[in-house]
């Protein structure tokens, strides 16, 4: 069984910065892509960084130059450092991944999500 588990979710005026994690544990063959979605209230959720396997990453228009995603393949955990963050940054963080299976296939998994609540 394989599990995402996040951390770092707070309240934080706006300017400040904040760190999120996400540790994949079970039984993984294979962690592919790992990526960052947002989901604020009343709003569908939304991409906000993705990082492949070698390490390459994208951003959504709106947290580049603010939001650094990471990850230690090692861990198996993915990061999201996030600075210079807005009210409008407000929102459940889900991380994901792209997980192959022993049985060779590959799977998304989802986060149970975290909170991060800007203030002004």
């Known amino acids: 069984q394989v599990q995402l588990v996040e951390s770092g979710g707070d309240l934080v005026q706006a300017g400040g910065s904040l760190g999120l994690s996400c540790a994949a544990s079970g039984s993984i063959f294979r962690l592919n892509g790992m990526g960052w979605y947002r989901q604020a209230p009343g709003k569908q959720r939304e991409l906000v960084a993705v990082?492949?396997?070698?390490?390459?990453?994208q951003y959504v228009d709106s947290v580049k130059g603010r939001f650094t995603i990471s990850r230690d393949n090692a861990k198996k955990t993915v990061y999201l450092q996030m600075n210079s963050l807005k009210p409008l940054d407000t929102a459940v963080y889900y991380c994901?991944?792209?997980?192959?299976?022993?049985?060779?296939?590959?799977?998304?998994?989802w986060g149970q999500g975290t909170q991060v609540t800007v203030s002004s």
């Open positions: 994901k991944a792209d997980i192959t299976l022993a049985s060779g296939t590959t799977i998304p998994y």
């Open positions: 990082i492949g396997s070698g390490g390459l990453a």
